[in-house]
């Protein structure tokens, strides 16, 4: 059974003094982003926005500058308020929490990591990493104690003492990343955390992200304007445009059925070798034997979950076509070179 952790339901945000007016009239009349600028001097931030991410689910949000996936984020914890909608975080209504309610929220079962730190200077890397311990009012002892295990998970341990000047911008970002672990959250927001880094300090930070992020079983938003980024790490991505959610799915789901142009854009330099699976190609193996009449007893099988750059390996050491099975063993699927090849293409067979 799924175990939804975040829920959004029809969230807008309209930023402006007729935020209300506006937002009465986009409903009963349908106005556009344009139109509501234009009557009412009022931006729209993020328009009707609906998803849930589940339990241990990394949730990338992507889109380019000004497109409302940071505003989209800040709503979850309500470092913005929404102008209409519902939140659900933990099983709770965000909005109807008192502000000491909200507090211990934020304080205990959601973590947020930023693309610029904002570390205290003054402080060493311990004393941050802790910083959120100290304000729950935890005794230095166990702030301490805390700290170090989360400076070791992101491999800093012997920088305990230093200030966060005498650190690279990948060090600060791993400082930032415990200080988010430090309280133990059940879930993280991160906003952009990586985009400022080198490509190889980013990529580190990625992989050592995924593998905290599995190990301790964290629900992760992640926003990224980096599509790359976002299918690497994301077991589900939300593309946003003009504040809307244009398009939800797997990195197979955005790659091989783009919902609409501003989407295949998108995707369109994208290598589809390590994203597109033998389940999503294969021909089921009773109509293909059915029309072939070919004996498929001496073909390599391989898993439904085999990618198409598997898929090319074994395809070259061999003439017979695939045979693909299930998780059970069983043989439920083909794909010979011809459909090989659509796969490649991005057209399915």
């Known amino acids: 059974?799924?175990?939804?952790?975040?829920?959004?339901?029809?969230?807008?945000?309209?930023?402006?003094?007729?935020?209300?007016?506006?937002?009465?009239?986009?409903?009963?009349?349908?106005?556009?982003?344009?139109?509501?600028?234009?009557?009412?001097?009022?931006?729209?931030?993020?328009?009707?926005?609906?998803?849930?991410?589940?339990?241990?689910?990394?949730?990338?949000?992507?889109?380019?500058?000004?497109?409302?996936?940071?505003?989209?984020?800040?709503?979850?914890?309500?470092?913005?308020?929404?102008?209409?909608?519902?939140?659900?975080?933990?099983?709770?209504?965000?909005?109807?929490?008192?502000?000491?309610?909200?507090?211990?929220?934020?304080?205990?079962?959601?973590?947020?990591?930023?693309?610029?730190?904002?570390?205290?200077?003054?402080?060493?890397?311990?004393?941050?990493?802790?910083?959120?311990?100290?304000v729950r009012g935890e005794p230095k002892s166990r702030r301490w104690e805390v700290s170090q295990r989360c400076l070791n998970m992101v491999n800093l341990d012997g920088y305990e003492d230093r200030f966060p000047r005498e650190l690279s911008g990948g060090m600060q970002q791993r400082v930032g990343l415990a200080r988010a672990l430090a309280s133990d959250p059940e879930v993280l927001l991160m906003d952009e955390p990586f985009s400022a880094l080198d490509p190889l300090i980013r990529r580190q930070l990625q992989d050592q992200f995924m593998a905290l992020s599995e190990e301790l079983n964290k629900t992760t938003v992640f926003i990224t304007h980096d599509l790359d980024e976002a299918i690497r790490i994301g077991n589900r991505i939300a593309i946003m445009k003009d504040g809307r959610i244009v398009q939800i799915g797997t990195p197979e789901d955005i790659v091989t059925n783009p919902a609409d142009d501003y989407v295949r854009d998108f995707v369109d330099?994208?290598?589809?070798?390590?994203?597109?699976?033998?389940?999503?190609?294969?021909?089921?193996?009773?109509?293909?034997?059915?029309?072939?009449?070919?004996?498929?007893?001496?073909?390599?099988?391989?898993?439904?979950?085999?990618?198409?750059?598997?898929?090319?390996?074994?395809?070259?050491?061999?003439?017979?076509?695939?045979?693909?099975?299930?998780?059970?063993?069983?043989?439920?699927?083909v794909i010979n070179k011809t459909t090989l090849l659509k796969g490649i293409q991005g057209g399915k067979a």
């Open 1 to 134: 059974m799924s175990d939804t952790v975040i829920e959004l339901q029809n969230v807008w945000k309209i930023f402006g003094d007729r935020a209300n007016e506006a937002m009465q009239a986009v409903e009963s009349r349908g106005l556009s982003k344009p139109e509501v600028l234009d009557e009412f001097g009022c931006v729209v931030g993020i328009a009707d926005c609906s998803f849930t991410v589940e339990r241990g689910e990394i949730f990338c949000v992507m889109g380019l500058s000004g497109s409302g996936k940071s505003t989209m984020v800040r709503h979850l914890n309500r470092l913005i308020e929404p102008t209409a909608g519902k939140i659900t975080v933990l099983g709770k209504d965000v909005l109807s929490l008192s502000a000491s309610a909200l507090r211990e929220m934020r304080a205990g079962h959601i973590g947020m990591v930023f693309q610029h730190m904002a570390l205290l200077p003054h402080r060493t890397v311990r004393d941050n990493v802790g910083f959120p311990l100290q």
């Open 269 to 333: 330099g994208i290598s589809k070798l390590k994203l597109v699976f033998a389940h999503t190609i294969m021909e089921e193996i009773n109509q293909y034997t059915l029309t072939s009449g070919e004996d498929l007893s001496r073909s390599p099988r391989a898993h439904h979950g085999t990618n198409l750059d598997q898929l090319i390996d074994i395809s070259t050491s061999t003439d017979q076509p695939i045979v693909i099975q299930n998780d059970e063993g069983a043989d439920v699927g």
